[in-house]
């Protein structure tokens, strides 16, 4: 597989949709993917025909966050600078001129629950549910999840997520507005091209203004400004032991 292949992007009109396409990983995020999404995020920021972009991941899983065997190997200084980078997608992906969409296929892990929950409104097919488990790896959840989670939840029950490793599964997600649908598998697209037309159907002008001000009172990402610094540290001094496929990976 190519390292633009990890990331699709399909612009069809005025709907651009991206596609995590890494299946035989979990579609977790490693530095060829990130560096592949990253140009995604500069090739959307430069369109100004695109006005909605959907997210989702190909196979059954959608996302399980950072590729922990390529993350074991890192260096400190390399760990900083990548955790940097994927604090500044995530921040990038929420600030996105477009509306954006994610349609959660399948179980959405750590990070990669960071990320889908980053955008304007969200999906859910029935398998998918989210977890946390950084912390049982020794390490913190960085891609600036703090700042996300305590915007939509608070900041008391992001933290008990994150230490106990909690499973959100979909009734939850209903119950908390983390997403606005929960479909089954095969509903998922009718779902997501029902909220896609409601939203083409109303003012672009409307909607990016909307998301502007909704800036103001969203996520306070200067508040995660050293996770990169933590995250590097964390897995320098994280116990001895390798990286294990948990939380759904």
């Known amino acids: 597989m190519t390292d633009e292949q990890s990331v699709l992007l399909h612009r069809t009109g005025r709907l651009a949709r991206v596609t995590l396409n890494r299946p035989h990983r979990r ?15 500069h090739d959307l920021g430069r369109d100004h025909d695109v006005e909605v972009v959907v997210l989702t991941g190909e196979g059954t899983a959608f996302c399980a966050g950072t ?9 400190a ?31 959405a892990i750590g990070s990669g629950a960071v990320l889908g929950l980053a955008s304007d409104l969200r999906v859910a097919a029935d398998p998918a549910f989210f977890t946390f488990p950084e ?23 992001a933290k008990r997520w ?17 997403v606005t649908r929960v479909v089954d598998v095969d ?26 001000a909704a800036r103001l009172a969203g996520p306070r990402f200067d508040a995660v400004a050293t996770d990169s610094y933590l995250g590097a540290l964390s897995v320098a001094l994280r116990p001895p032991g390798d990286y294990l496929d948990r939380g759904g990976r």
């Open 67 to 75: 590729d922990l065997h390529e993350l074991a190997g890192l260096d």
């Open 27 to 41: 579609n977790s995020f490693d530095l060829a993917m990130l560096a592949r999404f990253e140009d995604v995020l």
């Open 77 to 107: 200084g390399t760990t900083m600078h990548v955790q940097r980078r994927t604090a500044e997608l995530v921040e990038r992906w929420y600030r996105l001129e477009q509306t954006t969409v994610t349609a959660f296929n399948g179980p």
């Open 162 to 178: 994150l230490l106990l490793g909690e499973r959100i599964d979909p009734a939850e997600m209903l119950a908390l507005r983390l």
């Open 187 to 212: 509903g998922l697209p009718a779902a997501v091209t029902g909220v896609v037309d409601r939203l083409l159907a109303t003012s672009a002008v409307g909607r990016s203004m909307t998301k502007r």
């Open 135 to 157: 912390v049982t790896f020794g390490i913190p959840l960085t891609w600036s999840g703090m700042a996300i989670l305590a915007d939509l939840v608070g900041a008391d029950l």
